[in-house]
């Protein structure tokens, strides 16, 4: 029976987490999260510091194993996959924080993956069109650039792939405003150009609500409700997510 | 004259030695955290290896030093597989631990086959003579075989494939992982090109050291003091604590006696150690 | 009564070594030379063995080293015994001697590793790399002009017809030497085990589980490493020196690889935390090996090799703890240290009247143009901020904003790249953690840093313990931990607590060090709502005595404490105010709710 619903309305999902419940030691858990991603939509994750974001992120890439619940990306269901094997079937990972290799040069930051996936290297080509401001640094070491320039070699890292889905980690993150907004453009075009569907796991509710298509708040290892971008602009959730209403 | 030029032509041959026989070990601590304490056994194997063929006249002896690289690759794949692969994820010491094991049962088999005590092979002949001194010119090509092996292996980690992604999953494990890099498979070949280096730098040494099932620790111990005053740039590192700890142990050994050499390196590479205890290439930007 | 004498003789750490002498005393007698002459070796390998229980075991630092410890006290007797035994007669003083020089060596060796702060891979590599070179370099000393005194070092050869055990002219038989060496190998269990029982063992058991706080608290990691480490060469030094009067020779095999092998395999095959399992896992091995050697003659090394293997792989907790779990899996009446159960009582957090004692001082700290650059990027920049003036003090900003790297920049984990940092008035920008612990700072950790392994109750002693410049007076155990309430599982190991009431045992520690200033980096995270409200209370009222500085995140728990607040974004200072003031500043909340275009 739920086969049979999912397989109606899913012709058009890319991505669906159903009853996912995982975690590693005290604190974080996912405890039955369900969610659906359309294929070339950006879906945005918002929610407090704690809720579990980053480890549903992880659980989606394999970096954390689920206890239970199932992850169905293009028709299979990828939870016991490796992560590598996930990114061969074009998921892509842009995690907190970065994490750029710090010892190797830009431009050997992104031909990780490309080499990993035994594509030339000329791959990143395309790529790096659109990140010009990367392009007088692919020389340098990953640890010598600034903030933005490795949100943005992040980025690109992971668009190399030609991903379809990009699991996108608290992208603004300790980023210059400045640099916030060429993000999201990188972002946009990148979704329009290589017809990507996103999931962004956010706390700065307008870099979600002006990227995403949906918006979907977790809380306590679940989805808790869905909302319209705009609603992120307006005042009712910002009281809960500064903590106004609580304690 | 003559001497002070065989005096620094004798230290270039140590500082090779030194090189040769830490390479293998460098790179299995440096891309993989795993100290391989059966390294010194591959040695032995490398060199047990080559002195057998070279003997039996099945071949000459760069085919053989070749053949041994390659024999003790294959050991190295069984050994990953059984013993490293299932430890990931323990405490380094237990690794370190399980090789010590395999280190003794390498030993005694090599006892066993070999007796305690081999012929051993000549050294190309030829000789350098320097006034009164005479340098055998298998000696001067330590040398350079050491700077050629040291480049090569750059050239490899700089630009091929498995280099770059063994550069990037000692980096960050997760993080290539999620971009498609088999971490798995890209330990396995960290694995196996220490173990051919091991056995590549035995081989080299058959000619000039006497072969014997205890070998491999006679060496081994300076071996690792290279590697910890190396520090994490696990080529150029190893290179130049060798040439410091290689060439004081040699100057100091000429001059008065190998203990004294030896006493000499342990004290060099302890002041380093407190100095230095990231070692030499500790705060240097580089992987290599 | 008598099982009860056995009882407190056992916890005490007494039955082992009143056995050995009591098996010294009356054996002799029964065993044959040959025997005695085996167990004398085996008590030998099981001083050495008791010491690599003690330095890895106990305080949690993998040695390699112990076996040139027993090596330079088997030559180091060796030598004092063959200059000093003609005139004076008696070789005591050659063993004294040999603990000295192994301890010398260790200590000079440890100085350079502990003070290097090197990580316990490369300590178990120097350590050996030390063994194999001291091999090289003994076996190197073959010529004549290798003596000291009338000694000649030998070579590989070794020293042979070294004095045995001697008092007033004469050497003791082989029976005699056995009752002496089981006498001494008692002594030293004694010892050791006095060392591990009482509030040494508790310090050394802090050490082991978790060097963080340890430093955090105030201790000198470095120091209480160095000490521990000489101590337990010194031991392997007696039992190198008994191990040449054994035999009446001593070579460089002492320091070979297998033998350094063989130490740990002992300790392993015993069971690392284990005294007893020291002396047991040397007389398993031993055994095994002696049989093994009867079935395919001198494999030995091979043996040696199996064994650590199928240790490593299959019984990583060692021999004699497997068992022991098994046996108790068996007859479970046994288990006579059943830890208490998780589900405990903590839903009432009383505060007593007299929390604790006041300190000297309200503490005040001052970050003067600090900044701290990792590679290109710079995570904070030129901050200037003081507390003190007030009780509380709170830290917010969105993620990334450096709060952290502040935080760890007040604590010493980090070293500023600029500006400095003071401390009740006195410079502290280059000083150690554990220095600014000594002083009156107090160092909560966002992840709860306790000692797992160890009963609430012992965590708490620890903290208590801790050195301090002040002599301020200390609250009793039971005051602090009534104070987190968590008296009722005083009993309970660390580890079994929950989230909420590990975090609550850390700030116990801050409690028990009773420090001028508390420093709390998010003390909410991973807390429900209930914790976090209890939390709120708890720190409210150690603000009446202690100025608190906390880092947080969660803004709810921020409200609560209604405290000021300095917001930082974007590696410096953005607003100061109380809580309404910043949540009603148009700038704070686009910030902190990520409106981009506010700055």
Redesign the interface.
């Known amino acids: 029976m739920r086969m049979f619903e999912r397989s109606t309305w899913g012709a058009n999902v890319l991505l669906e987490v159903t009853d996912l419940h995982a975690g590693y030691s005290?604190?974080?858990v996912l405890s039955g999260l369900n969610l659906a991603i359309e294929s070339q939509c950006i879906v945005a994750v918002v929610g407090?510091?704690?809720v579990g974001k980053t480890t549903f992120i992880k659980t989606l890439m394999g970096l954390i194993a689920p206890r239970r619940g199932s992850i169905v990306f293009d028709g299979r269901n990828v939870a016991g996959m490796s992560p590598a094997a996930r990114a061969r079937i074009g998921m892509a990972y842009v995690p907190q924080g970065r994490r750029i290799f710090?010892k190797l040069t830009a431009l050997e930051n992104l031909l990780v993956g490309v080499k990993a996936a035994n594509l030339p290297p000329r791959a990143i080509e395309p790529v790096l069109e659109q990140f010009p401001r990367l392009i007088p640094k692919l020389n340098n070491?990953g640890?010598?650039?600034?903030?933005g320039?490795?949100q943005l070699l992040a980025l690109a890292r992971a668009l190399v792939l030609q991903p379809r889905v990009l699991l996108l980690d608290?992208p603004?993150?300790?980023?210059?405003?400045s640099m916030?907004?060429e993000i999201q453009q990188v972002l946009l075009q990148a979704q329009q150009r290589q017809k990507l569907s996103v999931l962004l796991v956010?706390?700065?509710?307008?870099?979600?609500a002006e990227l995403a298509n949906t918006v979907h708040v977790m809380d306590s290892g679940r989805i808790s409700r869905q909302v319209e971008p705009a609603v992120l602009l307006g005042s009712t959730l910002?009281p809960e997510?500064?903590?106004?209403t609580?304690? | 004259m003559d001497t002070a030029v065989v005096v620094i032509l004798s230290a270039l041959t140590s500082i090779a030695i030194l090189l040769l026989t830490s390479l293998g070990l460098a790179v299995v601590f440096g891309l993989m955290?795993i100290?391989n304490m059966a390294h010194?056994e591959f040695l032995m194997i490398g060199a047990f290896a080559t002195t057998t063929l070279v003997r039996s006249g099945a071949m000459p002896l760069w085919m053989a030093v070749l053949s041994a690289a390659a024999f003790c690759a294959l050991i190295g794949v069984v050994v990953e597989v059984a013993?490293i692969r299932?430890?990931h994820g323990?405490r380094?010491?237990?690794t370190?631990?399980?090789t010590?094991?395999?280190?003794?049962?390498?030993?005694?088999?090599a006892?066993?086959i070999f007796g305690t005590a081999s012929p051993g092979i000549d050294a190309p002949p030829g000789w350098l003579q320097l006034g009164r001194y005479s340098v055998s010119y298998y000696s001067l090509a330590l040398p350079f075989i050491a700077v050629v092996v040291t480049l090569l292996l750059y050239l490899l980690f700089k630009s091929t494939r498995y280099g770059l992604l063994a550069r990037a999953a000692a980096q960050d494990a997760e993080m290539a992982s999620a971009l498609g890099v088999e971490v798995r498979r890209v330990n396995l070949y960290t694995f196996v090109l220490g173990c051919a280096l091991a056995g590549l730098g035995g081989a080299l040494l058959s000619p000039v050291v006497a072969v014997s099932p205890g070998v491999g620790?006679?060496y081994?111990?300076?071996a690792?003091?290279t590697?910890?005053t190396g520090g994490p740039a696990f080529l150029l590192g190893t290179l130049s604590a060798s040439a410091l700890l290689g060439g004081v142990a040699n100057v100091i050994s000429q001059f008065s006696?190998?203990?004294w050499g030896?006493?000499g390196?342990?004290l060099v590479?302890?002041?380093l150690?407190?100095?230095l205890?990231r070692g030499l290439s500790g705060n240097w930007s580089r992987q290599l | 009564m008598a099982t009860d004498i056995v009882r407190a003789m056992a916890q005490r750490g007494l039955l082992w070594p009143v056995l050995l002498v009591g098996l010294a005393l009356v054996l002799p007698s029964w065993i044959s030379n040959a025997g005695a002459l085996k167990w004398t070796l085996w008590l030998c390998y099981g001083i050495l063995a008791l010491s690599l229980t003690l330095v890895w075991g106990v305080a949690g630092i993998?040695s390699f080293g112990q076996n040139a410890f027993f090596g330079i006290g088997a030559y180091a007797y060796a030598v004092a015994a063959l200059n000093f035994y003609p005139s004076t007669g008696e070789t005591l003083s050659a063993l004294l001697i040999a603990a000295c020089a192994a301890a010398l060596f260790a200590a000079?060796?440890g100085?350079?590793?502990f003070?290097?702060?090197?990580g316990?891979?490369?300590l178990?590599?120097?350590t050996?790399?030390?063994?194999?070179?001291l091999?090289?370099?003994m076996s190197?000393?073959a010529?004549p002009e290798?003596r000291i005194g009338v000694a000649q070092l030998g070579g590989f050869n070794g020293m042979p017809s070294l004095p045995g055990i001697a008092m007033g002219g004469t050497e003791l038989n082989i029976k005699a030497l056995f009752a002496f060496v089981a006498c001494a190998g008692a002594a030293l269990y004694a010892l050791v085990g006095f060392l591990v029982s009482g509030k040494y063992g508790e310090v050394l058991a802090g050490l082991r589980e978790n060097e963080t706080r340890m430093e955090l608290l105030g201790y000198d990691v470095r120091l209480l490493k160095l000490l521990i480490f000489t101590l337990s060469a010194a031991l392997a030094g007696v039992g190198g020196a008994l191990f040449a009067a054994w035999g009446t020779f001593v070579n460089p095999a002492v320091f070979?690889?297998?033998q350094a092998?063989l130490v740990?395999i002992w300790v392993?095959v015993g069971g690392r935390g284990s005294l007893a399992g020291a002396f047991v896992g040397v007389g398993t091995v031993q055994w095994v090996c002696d049989k093994a050697d009867a079935i395919i003659a001198q494999?030995?090394?091979?043996v040696?090799?199996?064994?650590?293997?199928i240790?490593?792989?299959v019984f990583?907790g060692g021999i004699v703890p497997t068992l022991r779990r098994l046996f108790q899996r068996i007859s479970p009446k046994l288990m006579s240290r059943t830890v208490a159960g998780a589900a405990s009582a903590n839903d009432h957090l009383t505060m007593p009247a007299a929390l604790v004692s006041t300190p000297s001082v309200r503490g005040t700290l001052a970050a003067r143009d600090v900044g701290k650059r990792?590679?290109?990027?710079t995570v904070l920049d030129a901050l200037s901020i003081e507390w003190g003036s007030e009780p509380i003090h709170i830290i917010v900003g969105?993620?990334?904003?450096g709060k952290s790297t502040l935080f760890k920049l007040l604590t010493g984990q980090l070293a500023a790249t600029r500006g400095s940092i003071e401390f009740n008035n006195t410079a502290i920008t280059h000083l150690p953690s554990f220095e600014r612990a000594r002083r009156g700072l107090g160092i909560k950790l966002q992840v709860p840093s306790v000692f797992l392994g160890l009963t609430v109750e012992q965590n708490v002693r620890i903290a208590r313990m801790a050195p301090r410049h002040n002599r301020s007076a200390k609250a009793s155990v039971e005051t602090v931990l009534a104070a987190v309430a968590l008296l009722p599982q005083r009993q309970t190991i660390a580890a079994n607590l929950?989230?909420g009431e590990?975090q609550w045992l850390e700030i116990a520690l801050l409690i028990a060090q009773n420090p001028s200033m508390m420093l709390f980096d998010e003390p909410a995270?991973?807390m429900t709502?209930e914790e976090?409200?209890k939390t709120?209370e708890l720190l409210r009222r150690l603000s009446e005595q202690h100025t608190i500085v906390v880092v947080e995140?969660?803004?709810?728990?921020?409200?609560?404490l209604a405290a000021p607040i300095v917001m930082l974004y974007?590696g410096g200072i953005f607003k100061r105010g109380s809580f309404d003031e910043l949540?009603a500043d148009a700038d704070v909340?686009?910030i902190?709710?990520?409106?981009?275009?506010?700055?």
């Open positions: 005290a604190g974080v407090r510091n704690g710090p070491l640890a010598s650039l600034s903030g320039e490795q608290e603004s993150e300790g980023i210059q405003p916030l907004d956010e706390q700065n509710l307008e870099f979600a910002i997510f500064l903590g106004v609580e304690v | 955290r100290v010194g013993f299932p430890l323990r380094l010491i237990d370190l631990l399980a010590f094991g395999l280190s003794l049962v390498m030993y005694q088999i006892v066993d620790q006679s081994i111990g300076q690792f003091m590697v910890v006696t190998n203990m030896l006493t390196l342990l590479a302890a002041v150690v407190r100095v205890p | 993998f000079a060796l100085y350079v590793m003070y290097g702060r090197v316990d891979v490369y178990a590599i120097v050996l790399s030390f063994t194999l070179i091999y090289t370099v190197s000393t010529g290798f070979s690889l297998p092998a740990a392993m494999q030995t090394p091979l040696l090799g199996v064994i650590l293997l240790v490593v792989m990583p990792f590679g290109g990027v969105p993620n990334g904003a929950s989230h590990q995270a991973g709502q976090r409200r709120v995140h969660d803004m709810a728990f921020v409200r609560a974007q949540s909340r686009a902190y709710l990520g409106r981009k275009r506010a700055a």
